[in-house]
Nanobody, 126 residues
Framework: QVQLIESGGGLVQDGGSLRLSCAAS????????MGWFRQTPGKEREFVAS????????YYADSVRGRFTISGDTAKNTIYLQMNSLKPEDTAVYYC???????????????????WGPGTQVTVSS
């Protein structure tokens, strides 16, 4: 089992910044990558960003590339998501997740086989 705890969500104005953190504990040896997803009511959960534990490769959704930066600290089993130039459409519950397979994929279906945090609310007011 892996436990994930997210922090850093909140309310921010259009154009503002927030930094999310996610700390993993437990069987962290089962983690090959970690990432962030987000979900709004009535919509499917969508990929935001991820970082590989083996080579630090990062991936971003087109909607956040250039505004969000994901980073990871393998020693602390923690990832961060620096979110700048936030827009009202970034409002969502943000979830931290682990990727449990050695061959990396962005397919949400595979990420769902890993572990997920409880989520943290990010609200961007216009």
């Amino acid at each position: 089992q892996v436990q994930l705890i997210e922090s850093g969500g909140g309310l921010v104005q259009d154009g503002g910044s927030l930094r999310l953190s996610c700390a993993a504990s437990g069987r962290t040896g089962d983690i090959y990558a970690m990432g962030w997803f987000r979900q709004t009511p009535g919509k499917e959960r969508e990929f935001v960003a991820s970082v590989s534990w083996s080579n630090d490769n990062t991936y971003y959704a087109d909607s956040v590339r250039g505004r969000f930066t994901i980073s990871g600290d393998t020693a602390k089993n923690t990832i961060y998501l620096q979110m700048n130039s936030l827009k009202p459409e970034d409002t969502a519950v943000y979830y931290c997740a682990t990727y449990p397979f050695e061959d990396f994929s962005l397919r949400t279906l595979l990420w769902e086989r890993g572990y997920w945090g409880p989520g943290t609310q990010v609200t961007v007011s216009s």
